[in-house]
């Protein structure tokens, strides 16, 4: 267990479906990031969270949204899906300033049908 | 916008062989990260090299920093079947007053026995 908690474990929806992935974070970890990883594919930074502000963006789809709560937990909205959507999505969490290593969650794999 | 590149995509061993991925940066890095995913697994934070020239052992592998911090490299003496996976590269800079980390596409291993 790395501490960062990622529900559900496996989503599969309809195209055109909305679905909401959830994280927590290591506890005392303020930023939290999201990632998509397709098959056999790297990591896909696609935006990042620091104590509750949107930090950085990546090659996130406006389909996509983000949010993270007082409580630091974290959720990825995923609306309009596409087959192409399906991928592993994983949350990571950092302390303060992102200058140490990555505590990455298991990731929700999404299947879109 | 800031790439890091990792070669080779893939990597094929006999068991006891040596491995070594590596990892470039088009830009300075302030520093850099190494991740291990195992097959259906998460990255696994593995080590973080700071200075320039830097060089760092974990038993059987070792990870080195460029004197001009633009590229890393990591190296697995004889390896084993449990060192099958992906290793991942991270490069970090500050841009726009935050740091960012980069991720490479990864080198996957696979070791036969």
């Known amino acids: 267990d790395s501490g960062v908690t990622q529900t559900p474990k496996h989503l599969i929806t309809a195209t055109g479906q909305r679905v909401t992935l959830r994280c927590s974070p290591r506890?005392?970890?303020?930023?939290v990031y999201w990632y998509q990883q397709s098959l056999d594919q790297g990591l896909q930074f696609l935006i990042q969270?620091?104590?509750?502000?949107?930090?950085a963006k990546g090659n996130i789809l406006e389909r996509f949204s983000a949010q993270q709560f007082p409580d630091l937990h974290s959720e990825l909205n995923l609306s309009s899906l596409e087959l192409g959507d399906s991928a592993l999505y994983f949350c990571a969490s950092s302390v303060e300033g992102a200058i140490y290593g990555y505590t990455f969650g298991s990731g929700t794999r999404l299947t879109v049908v | 916008g800031q790439q890091v590149m990792q070669i080779p995509q893939y990597q094929h061993v006999q068991e006891g062989e040596d491995f070594t991925t590596y990892c470039n940066s088009s830009?300075?890095?302030?520093?850099i990260q190494w991740y291990k995913q195992r097959p259906g697994g998460h990255p696994v934070f593995l080590i973080q090299?700071?200075?320039?020239?830097e060089v760092k052992k974990q038993k059987r592998l070792t990870f080195q920093f460029g004197e001009a911090k633009k590229n890393s490299s990591l190296h697995i003496t004889a390896t084993q079947t449990t060192d099958v996976g992906t290793y991942f590269c991270a490069g970090r800079r500050v841009s726009g007053g935050y740091n960012k980390l980069i991720f490479g596409a990864g080198t996957r291993l696979a070791v036969h026995p």
């Open positions: 969270y620091y104590n509750g502000e949107e930090r």
């Open positions: 830009t300075t890095l302030s520093n």
């Open positions: 090299l700071v200075k320039s020239g």
């Open positions: 506890s005392g970890d303020l930023s």
